[in-house]
């Protein structure tokens, strides 16, 4: 009988390990990849206390014990030197709560790319590639007009 019960536990925890490693490689798969945002959610300089960048703002949500935030830090701040009318904002979430919440941020680093007027254009959780917010900052609309 304890046969059995050992058995059982070890087929069980395998079972647990096993979908905890499927979500956890899921959740990764998905990490540093730009989804475009089409709830027309608008971001006013007001709410940054910065203006908004002349083409776009890189808008990161941090948080003050997350590594990963300082590497997209330094992906988006060398981005947004490189690139003309870009702007990088970085927020702490815990400070600004009222816009994690209105926003629906649930992971730090949380990247969203506005467009000049504020209007979220994309959203990338983890890290960003640079190949994905380069490839989001070209169908940004460049003083209103149309994508490229």
Do not use: K, N, Y
Not at 15 to 32: I, K
Not at 101 to 110: A, F, H, M, V, Y
Not at 130 to 147: K, N
């Amino acid at each position: 009988m304890d046969v059995d019960v050992t058995l059982t536990r070890a087929a069980a925890l395998a079972a647990v390990l096993l979908v905890a490693v499927a979500f956890g490689l899921l959740r990764r798969s998905g990490d540093g990849r730009a989804r475009r945002d089409t709830d027309g959610r608008t971001i006013r300089a007001e709410d940054l206390g910065v203006p908004l960048g002349a083409r776009a703002t890189l808008l990161q949500f941090s948080s003050e014990f997350c590594a990963p935030c300082r590497s997209a830090r330094r992906l988006l701040s060398g981005l947004a030197e490189q690139v003309d009318g870009v702007r990088h904002v970085e927020l702490d979430a815990v400070t600004h709560l009222d816009l994690v919440r209105r926003l629906d941020i649930r992971r730090t680093p949380t990247v969203l790319v506005l467009d000049a007027a504020g209007q979220v254009r994309s959203r990338v959780v983890g890290v960003p590639a640079r190949d994905e917010v380069t490839g989001v900052l070209g169908m940004v609309p460049v003083h209103g007009s149309a994508p490229g």
